[in-house]
Structure formats: C-alpha cells, structure tokens
C-alpha cells in the first residue's frame, strides 16, 4: 500500500537568513506528516492519549536532498517500514513535485502515558498496517 501523503506550503517565517527553509523546519514538517498521518487512521494523539498510549520519537535520521524555499507547495509522504514489539520504524519523504527535498527515518516508540515503553493493544499496529511500505 502507498504511503499517506500530506500537503504543505512553505512559509516566509520557516525560512533562514539564505532564504531556503531552516533545516530544523524539515523535522517539523516531518512530524506534521506522521500527526496527519495518524489522524487519517483513526489513531489521531488524543485518542491514543485516551487509550493510555502515546507515541515517542526516539531516533530521527534526516538527510537532506535540496532546498525548498518560500510559497513552494511539498509533498510529505508517510509509511511504516518496520513493526518492532513496541516500536516502528517510519520512512518519510519531503518532496517538491518530482524533486526529493529530504527523507527521514524515524523510530517511534509506543509509551504508557508515564513513558515506560509497552507492547500497544493489537488494533494499533493494525491500524498502522494500513500505511505500511
């Protein structure tokens, strides 16, 4: 299955003084996709906060391609790579039609709502399997 895709347009304020896109913007843009993402899955963070879990980023490996710049319309694509015990690996992509911008790969952590990690209940990884690559 494709990944979930999430629309963005750059704006003037994330930009930095050389008039590209501030890199830590792209961690930023990263997570508006993996938020989005869940929304879309029915495992929005307030649901999850009401079951007792919460997802925790605990490795974010950004690489980046190009620059992006002002009013410029990006493609942020999200998927699981991989389904640990109590964890995933993410792999996201930045993109500006056909240029790649930036990729990312993410470990996530599922937590309790104190931190500790635990094995989440069956219909979260069911869920996240709808967005697997």
């Known amino acids: 299955m494709p990944a979930h895709l999430t629309q963005h347009r750059v ?62 319309d990006l493609e942020i694509s999200t998927g699981v790579a991989k389904f640990g015990r109590a964890s995933t690996v993410w792999e996201q992509s930045i993109r500006r039609g056909d240029d790649l911008i930036a990729t990312a790969d993410v470990t996530v952590a599922v937590t309790d709502r104190s931190g500790k990690p635990v094995r989440p209940e069956p219909y979260i990884f069911e869920r996240l399997e709808a967005i697997a690559l």
């Open 11 to 72: 704006r003037f304020h994330e930009l930095d003084p050389y008039d590209h896109v501030n890199h830590a913007m792209y961690v930023t843009y990263f997570e508006i996709g993996r938020v989005d993402t869940l929304d879309e899955i029915g495992l929005g963070l307030d649901a999850l906060k009401k079951d007792g879990f919460q997802f925790v980023v605990t490795k974010i490996e950004v690489r980046f391609r190009a620059a992006a710049t002002a009013g410029e």
